[in-house]
T-cell receptor
């Protein structure tokens, strides 16, 4: 079983819809990252969370440490939000840095 | 400030050939890592380094070598390419072991025929 599970694997939405991507993990963590990867592109860090909630523009990330769960929300989605969204966790004491989920492919249709 | 620079962006190799993927960062980061990304599997750690002169194996190290002679550079060498090494490779760096942001290179799409 993967230590980091994301759902859904694929998501198609209409422009303007509210989108939620979920991440569950089974290990103790010190931080959780949300990353974005556009087709053929590099990987960009969106958020790093250790508790609570963060907001940047139309993106909101929340984490519940007790439930080992995080969500990434996109409000008023736009076709340019189409990308793969990746959840990654940092395990304390591990020099291996990050453990990744398999990603969620989001397609926003105009 | 260029961040993490990774080259080349695309490469096609024949089975048995060797090559080096270059990774450089200009942020004075201690930690650097190499990952491969395969469909449905997420990013998997190949090798990592916690500082100049120190490297260690990740989850999938076989067929790859690394070295870290300077803080800035962390090249990944494919010794004898195999079709199973067809993948997208990413280099990443972070300041240290604490909760710091990770920076990624643009990726190298490698095809071994």
């Amino acid at each position: 079983k993967n230590e980091v599970e994301q759902s859904p694997q694929n998501l198609t939405a209409q422009e303007g819809e509210f989108i939620t991507i979920n991440c569950s993990y089974s290990v103790g963590i010190s931080a959780l990252h949300w990353l974005q990867q556009h087709p053929g592109g590099g990987i960009v860090s969106l958020f790093m969370l250790s508790s609570g909630k963060k907001k940047h523009g139309r993106l909101i990330a929340t984490i519940n440490i007790q439930e080992k769960h995080s969500s990434l929300h996109i409000t008023a989605s736009h076709p340019r939000d189409s990308a793969v969204y990746i959840c990654a966790v940092r395990i304390p004491g591990s020099a291996r840095q990050l453990t990744f989920g398999s990603g969620t492919q989001l397609t926003v249709l105009p | 400030n260029a961040g993490v620079t990774q080259t080349p962006k695309f490469q096609v190799l024949k089975t048995g050939q060797s090559m080096t993927l270059q990774c450089a960062q200009d942020m004075n980061h201690e930690y650097m890592s190499w990952y491969r990304q395969d469909p449905g599997m997420g990013l998997r750690l190949i090798h990592y380094s916690v500082g100049a002169g120190i490297t260690d194996q990740g989850e999938v190290p076989n067929g790859y070598n690394v070295s870290r002679s300077t803080t800035e550079d962390f090249p990944l060498r494919l010794l004898s390419a195999a079709p199973s090494q067809t993948s997208v490779y990413f280099c990443a760096s972070t300041m240290g072991q604490g909760n710091t942001e990770a920076f990624f290179g643009q990726g190298t799409r490698l095809t071994v025929v």
